[in-house]
C-alpha cells in the first residue's frame, strides 16, 4: 500500500501539489476562524446529579445559579456613607429593566456585602440566562453601569469565562508565534540545509491549517469547548512537523544509496510511511478514547485532535512525497549548519558520533543503564500519590485580568472561595398541591428532621434555612413563628422566608471549612445524597448543587470510566503494535515504558501546579488541586506521542534484525539511525509544548509543561536508555512470536525468525 502511495505521489506529483494548494488556500479562510463557534466552560454536563439540582433551584425554588458580580469601593467613604450607597444605586437602577435581570443585591439589601476591612462593597445581578448568552449581555451592562466617584471591577461568571476565552485566544496566538520559528531552528540543526527545514515546518503547517478548518466545520454541528483550541494547535503542529520530519529523513537516507528520485520517494514511503501510519493510530487510539466522556472539554479536545491528526498524516503521506519528488536532490541546497553525517562505507550515512558511543555504552552494559533509569523514572513518579483533583475556578487567570482581580478582592474581602457552601434543596409537593406550602406543620417537621441530620455530619459548621435558625427551637416554636410570616421582624429570617421557600420546596445551605475541591468535600457531598428525607416514600427529595457538588460529578463519572479505558488503550495499542512488529514481548515493553513516562508526567504536574513549586517563576498561582480534566488528556496525548517515539526507534531496529539476525548489533543500529531524528522530533514538540507554557490560562500552561516534560523525560531516559537496554537483555525474546499466532494475524512486514 505505502509503495503504491510513494509509486502514485512521484509519478503524479504535481497533480498532488496542486490539489494540496487548493485545499489549504480553501482551509486558509476558515482556520483562522476556528474559535467562531466554540464554548467557553465544558468541564461538566447536563446529566450530572449537581447540573439537575441547579435546574430545580431554578425552576422550584426561583434562585438564579449565574450572576455578575460588582466590586464598588471609595477611597475615603465607608460603605454605609450616603454619598457611597447613593452612587452604588445610580450605578445600578437601570439593570432592573431588562427581563435578563433577575435580582439585584447590594449591601443596603445585606450588611453582610460590605466589607469590615475596608471602603469595598460587594453587588450582585442574577441572571435569568444561560452561560453562553450571560457573556453577550455582559457587554450591555458593561456598557450601562456607570459607578460616578466609585471605582469598580466587574466580575463574576460572564465575566471570568469571558476573560477565559480572550486568554485561551491570546495563548493560541503567542504559542504559535514563538513555536513555528524555534521549530524551524530545530529543523535547522537536524538536517543542515535551509530546504530541508523549511520543508516539514511547512507541510505539517499545511496539516494543522486543514484540521483547524475542519474544527470550523465540526464545532458548528457539535459542542466544542473552546479551551480544545490550544492543545489542537499544540498537537496538530508538533505531530504535522514530526511526521514531515520523518519522511524528509528517510528520503534524504534513500537518496545516499544512490538511487533515484523516485526511487527514494518510494522507497521512504515504503519505510517512513508505515512507521508514521502506526504512530499516527496509537495516537488516534488515546484521543478516541477522550470522545468516551461526556463532558464537553475532553470530547472536543479528542474530536479536533483527531481531524488535525489526520489531516497532519494525509500531508505526510501524500503531499511531502509529491514535495520529494519535485525537489529531488534539491532538497539539501542552502546548508547553514556543517554535516552532521559522514558516508560510510555502505554508503547509508552514519549518524554523528555521539549516538555510536551511547548505543555500544548501552548494549555492554545493559543493567548498569536500566536500574538507576528506572530508578529515576519511579522518583519522578512518587508526587502523583498526592494527586488532589479539582475543578478550575478565576485563579487559572491572570491577575492582571479585570474579573481575577474582582475574584481575588472578593476572596480576601469576603471570603469567597476559602470555604464550602452546599445548596441543599428539599422538594415534597408540586406547586398547587393541597400539601405543598412550607410552613405547614407536617412539611416542618420533615424539614426539621433533614436539618437537623445535615448539621450532625462530619465537616459541616453550620446550616442556614427556616428551620435551622435558632438551635433551642423545635418544630412547634417554627410552626409558630410561621403561621403569619410577614409579620416576622427578624432580619435573617424574613430574608429566609423571602429567598428560601417556595410551595413545594425549601432550601438548605450546608456551610464548612472545607475547601470545595478537597477529596473531603466530596465525601461530604456524598453523604448528603444519601440521606433520605422523611418523606421519600410519598416524593421527597433532596436535590445537592454547588461547586463542589459539581465536582464530585466530574470526579466520579471521569474515574468510574478511567480504568476501563486505560485498559482499552493500552489493549488495542498492544495489538497494534503486536500486528506491525510481529512479537508478543516489544509491544509489552512498549506499553509498560509508556506508561512510566505517564506517571512521571502525573509527578512534575502534582509538584509544581498543585504544591507550587516554581510558580514565581512560571507566573501562576498554585491551584492546590490538579484539574480533574488534565490526567486524563495527558494520559490520551503522551501516550500517544510516547509511542511515535518506540515505533520510528523500533522499526529501525526491526529493520536491522530482518537483515542481519544479530539482536545486539540490531539495537545499536537502531538507536544510531533513530537517534538524532527522534532527538530532533522531540526536541520540536517539547519547544512546541514549551511555547505554552507561556499562556495566561493556568490549565494550559499546565498541559504544556506535562507535555514538555513526559517528551522530554520519554527521549533522554526512555528510548535513549531504557528500551534499548531492556531490548538488549532480552535478546532473541524481543522477537518472539508463538507459532499459532503467527499463523492467524495478518502480515504487515517481513517475518522475523523466532
Not at 174 to 202: D, K, S
Not at 342 to 350: L, P, Y
Not at 646 to 672: C, H, K, M, P, W
Not at 728 to 742: K, Y
Request: charged share 15%; net charge negative.
Amino acid at each position: 500500500m505505502f509503495t503504491a502511495i510513494g509509486s502514485f505521489a512521484a509519478r503524479r506529483k504535481y497533480i498532488v501539489l496542486a490539489t494540496w494548494i487548493v485545499v489549504i488556500l480553501s482551509a486558509l479562510p476558515f482556520a483562522d476562524r476556528a474559535d467562531e463557534f466554540l464554548k467557553p466552560g465544558g468541564f461538566s454536563n447536563e446529566s450530572f446529579p449537581s447540573v439537575q439540582a441547579r435546574k430545580v433551584l431554578q425552576e422550584r425554588l426561583e434562585l438564579t445559579t449565574l450572576a455578575i458580580d460588582f466590586v464598588f469601593s471609595h477611597p475615603e467613604w465607608s460603605p454605609f456613607d450616603p454619598r457611597f450607597s447613593a452612587a452604588v444605586d445610580s450605578a445600578l437602577e437601570g439593570l432592573t429593566d431588562h427581563s435578563e435581570i433577575a435580582y439585584v443585591a447590594t449591601h443596603l439589601d445585606d450588611p453582610g456585602r460590605a466589607s469590615s476591612t475596608s471602603n469595598t462593597v460587594h453587588a450582585s445581578a442574577g441572571l435569568t440566562l444561560e452561560l453562553d448568552a450571560s457573556i453577550e449581555f455582559l457587554e450591555i451592562v458593561t456598557a450601562e453601569v456607570n459607578p460616578g466617584p466609585l471605582d469598580m471591577i466587574i466580575t463574576g461568571g460572564p465575566a471570568l469565562y469571558r476573560d477565559i476565552s480572550r486568554a485561551s485566544e491570546r495563548d493560541l496566538r503567542r504559542g504559535e508565534t514563538v513555536a513555528f520559528p524555534i521549530a524551524t531552528l530545530v529543523l535547522l540543526l537536524v538536517f543542515g540545509t535551509l530546504v530541508a527545514a523549511i520543508l516539514p515546518a511547512a507541510v505539517g503547517g499545511g496539516g494543522v491549517l486543514v484540521g483547524l478548518a475542519l474544527v470550523f466545520f465540526i464545532s458548528q454541528g457539535i459542542d466544542m469547548s473552546v479551551f480544545a483550541l490550544n492543545i489542537v494547535s499544540l498537537l496538530g503542529i508538533g505531530i504535522g512537523i514530526d511526521y514531515s520530519l520523518f519522511y524528509t529523513s528517510r528520503f534524504q537516507e534513500e537518496l545516499l544509496k544512490d538511487k533515484t528520485v523516485d526511487q527514494a520517494v518510494i522507497s521512504a514511503s515504503s519505510h517512513a510511511g508505515k512507521a508514521i501510519l502506526f504512530s499516527a493510530v496509537t495516537s488516534l487510539i488515546g484521543l478516541f478514547s477522550l470522545i468516551a466522556f461526556d463532558v464537553m472539554m475532553l470530547r472536543s479536545v479528542g474530536i479536533g485532535a483527531i481531524a488535525v491528526i489526520f489531516a497532519a498524516l494525509l500531508a505526510a503521506l501524500t503531499l511531502m512525497p509529491a514535495i520529494l519528488a519535485i525537489l529531488g536532490h534539491r532538497v539539501n541546497r542552502f546548508r547553514i549548519v556543517p554535516r552532521w553525517r559522514s558516508s560510510s562505507s555502505t554508503g547509508s550515512g552514519k549518524r554523528i558520533s555521539f549516538w555510536i558511543p551511547l548505543s555500544n555504552w548501552v548494549m555492554k552494559r545493559p543493567w548498569l543503564v536500566l536500574v538507576p533509569t528506572s530508578t529515576v523514572l519511579i522518583l519522578f513518579a512518587v508526587p502523583a500519590l498526592d494527586m488532589k483533583l479539582g475543578t478550575v475556578d478565576a485563579t487559572i487567570l491572570p491577575d492582571s485580568l479585570e474579573s481575577r482581580k474582582g475574584f481575588d478582592v472578593l476572596r480576601e474581602e469576603f471570603g469567597f472561595a476559602l470555604r464550602t457552601v452546599i445548596p441543599v434543596a428539599y422538594t415534597f409537593a408540586e406547586p398547587g398541591d393541597e400539601n405543598a406550602s412550607p410552613f405547614a406543620r407536617e412539611n416542618l417537621e420533615d424539614a426539621y428532621d433533614i436539618g437537623r441530620e445535615l448539621e450532625r455530619l462530619e465537616g459541616v459548621t453550620a446550616v442556614t434555612s427556616i428551620v435551622n435558625l435558632d438551635q433551642t427551637f423545635g418544630p412547634d416554636q417554627y410552626e409558630l413563628l410561621y403561621q403569619h410570616p410577614e409579620s416576622i421582624t427578624d432580619v435573617t429570617a424574613a430574608r429566609m422566608v423571602r429567598e428560601s421557600v417556595r410551595e413545594g420546596a425549601i432550601l438548605f445551605l450546608v456551610h464548612s471549612d472545607l475547601h470545595p475541591f478537597y477529596p473531603e468535600t466530596r465525601q461530604l457531598v456524598t453523604e448528603i445524597r444519601s440521606l433520605i428525607p422523611p418523606d421519600a416514600s410519598s416524593g421527597g427529595e433532596l436535590h445537592v448543587n454547588g461547586g463542589a457538588s459539581e465536582i464530585t460529578d466530574i470526579v466520579n463519572v471521569l474515574y468510574g470510566k478511567f480504568p476501563y479505558i486505560i485498559a482499552a488503550v493500552l489493549g488495542v495499542t498492544y495489538l497494534s503494535l503486536m500486528l506491525l512488529f510481529r512479537s508478543v514481548i516489544l509491544p509489552l515493553k512498549a506499553v509498560v515504558l509508556n506508561v512510566l513516562s505517564i506517571l512521571a508526567s502525573y509527578g512534575a504536574l502534582v509538584f509544581v501546579f498543585q504544591q507550587g513549586h516554581f510558580s514565581g517563576v512560571l507566573n501562576f498561582e498554585a491551584m492546590g488541586v490538579i484539574e480533574a480534566t488534565l490526567p486524563i488528556l495527558l494520559f490520551a496525548i503522551i501516550f500517544g506521542l510516547s509511542m511515535d517515539y518506540e515505533i520510528f526507534l523500533l522499526s529501525r531496529v526491526s529493520e536491522a534484525y530482518d537483515r542481519t539476525g544479530d539482536n545486539v548489533a540490531s539495537v545499536a543500529e537502531g538507536l544510531q539511525k533513530s537517534g538524532l531524528i527522534i532527538t530532533g522530533a522531540a526536541s520540536i514538540l517539547i519547544v512546541v509544548a514549551a511555547s505554552f507554557v507561556l499562556a495566561d490560562v493556568v490549565v494550559v500552561k499546565a498541559i504544556g509543561l506535562g507535555l514538555a516534560i513526559a517528551v522530554f523525560v520519554d527521549v533522554t531516559l526512555v528510548r535513549a536508555l531504557v528500551a534499548p537496554a531492556i531490548m538488549r537483555i532480552a535478546g532473541p525474546w524481543n522477537w518472539w512470536l508463538p507459532g499459532w499466532l503467527d499463523r492467524i494475524i495478518p502480515e504487515t512486514t517481513v517475518k522475523h525468525d523466532s
